[in-house]
């Protein structure tokens, strides 16, 4: 009997399905571990925020002032904020999975997901971390968020660009070249196109100059590591998913191969 | 025979036009979630800035632009 009897090939929805409940998962646990690191040091700079705003001004620049959300409400939207971030992050992975799956060249599912992940990791998260690094509020002026936003954007951009132009490379040398030659095209390629756009994007620091450089720190690094959980547990979690899928369909040609015997 | 199997991917679906034209149209739903979570400053959500307000330390921490 041919070995791909009795296959059947998940479908778009399938994974899609599988895509969106693993960003669930690991929004829910960034959202966890925002919570644990971060929320001490947002409130930490909200206190300097509030102490460098003069009492008299009303509403100050209206952002956080106003007690639209309490900060208990706040802190409990960490977690819807995390969720569906997560569930639109995961639901891309999926769909990536799903239109370039044949292109990765490898065996392994796992290694698929979890490349993919590490991709958007490194091109979506530390790409941009390094350019524009997430900062507490306090920092930053209302005024030029259009500003940030573009140019936030833009290096998210350019970091999916540089990972893409990694691969390139790496596939670029002819037929037998040594792996090394490949990883060095592969990185070459990278820092090119990031250098490239971080020279090229304007540089913005708002920090005011009495902020704590510990607290800022503290905060950056809370802020990463959200993002770091975030996708590695959305990679891990959709392997996971993915090889449950596997595994049932293993499990059902192996009942079909008994009734066919 | 289910060795052999096991040890092989999982195929995927075939990128037909069909797949195509619904993942375009799921990626444009994500994208705008993702939006409304870490981009919009009140303009979508029509809550004024409720939404904004209420995912704030969540956009802070997820890194992105904030006021």
Redesign the interface.
């Known amino acids: 009997?041919p070995?791909?009897a009795g296959?059947t090939?998940?479908?778009?929805g399938a994974?899609?399905l599988r895509g969106l409940l693993a960003g669930l998962i690991a929004g829910l646990l960034a959202?966890v571990f925002?919570y644990s690191t971060?929320?001490s040091r947002?409130d930490a700079a909200i206190a300097i925020e509030e102490a460098a705003a003069p009492a008299a001004e009303p509403a100050g620049?209206g952002?956080h002032d106003?007690e639209?959300?309490s900060r208990d409400?706040?802190?409990a939207?960490?977690?819807?904020?995390?969720a569906?971030?997560g569930?639109?992050?995961g639901?891309?992975l999926a769909?990536a999975?799903?239109?370039l799956?044949?292109r990765l060249r490898?065996?392994?599912?796992t290694r698929?997901a979890l490349g993919l992940a590490g991709a958007a990791l490194l091109g979506i998260?530390l790409v941009?971390?390094v350019k524009?690094?997430?900062?507490?509020?306090a920092v930053?002026n209302?005024a030029t968020?259009n500003q940030?936003?573009i140019g936030?954007?833009s290096i998210v951009v350019i970091g999916l660009v540089a990972v893409w132009a990694g691969v390139l490379a790496a596939r670029s040398p002819r037929e037998g070249s040594p792996e090394w030659l490949r990883a060095v095209a592969a990185v070459a390629a990278f820092v090119i196109v990031v250098a490239i756009g971080y020279v090229l994007l304007p540089s913005i620091d708002e920090v005011p100059d009495t902020f704590p450089a510990s607290l800022l720190w503290d905060?950056r690094i809370?802020?990463?590591g959200?993002?770091a959980t975030?996708w590695t547990a959305l990679g891990l979690a959709f392997a996971a998913l993915?090889g449950r899928?596997?595994t049932r369909?293993?499990a059902a040609?192996?009942r079909s191969?008994i009734v066919a015997a | 025979?289910?060795d052999?199997?096991?040890?092989?991917?999982?195929?995927?679906?075939?990128?037909s036009p069909r797949?195509?034209v619904?993942?375009a149209g799921?990626?444009v739903l994500?994208?705008l979630?993702?939006y409304?979570?870490?981009?919009d400053?009140g303009a979508i959500s029509q809550s004024?800035?409720?939404l904004h307000?209420?995912?704030?330390?969540?956009?802070?921490?997820?890194?992105?632009?904030?006021?």
Do not use: K, W
Not at chain 1, 77 to 82: I, K, R, S, V, W
Not at chain 2, 4 to 15: E, G, K, N, Y
């Open positions: 009997m070995l791909t296959r090939t998940p479908s778009y994974l899609l959202g925002a971060g929320e947002i620049d952002h106003e639209l959300v409400g706040q802190r939207g960490l977690f819807l904020a995390t569906l971030y569930v639109a992050m639901g891309l769909t999975y799903t239109l799956r044949r490898t065996d392994s599912d698929a998260v941009p971390f524009y690094p997430a900062n507490p509020p930053g209302p968020i940030r936003t936030y954007l905060f809370a802020s990463l959200t993002q975030l993915l899928i596997g369909d293993r040609r192996e191969d | 025979m289910p052999i199997q096991a040890v092989r991917p999982l195929s995927t679906p075939a990128v797949v195509l619904t993942a799921v990626v994500l994208l979630l993702a409304l979570v870490a981009f400053q004024g800035m409720y307000e209420l995912m704030h330390d969540g956009r802070h921490l997820l890194g992105v632009p904030c006021h």
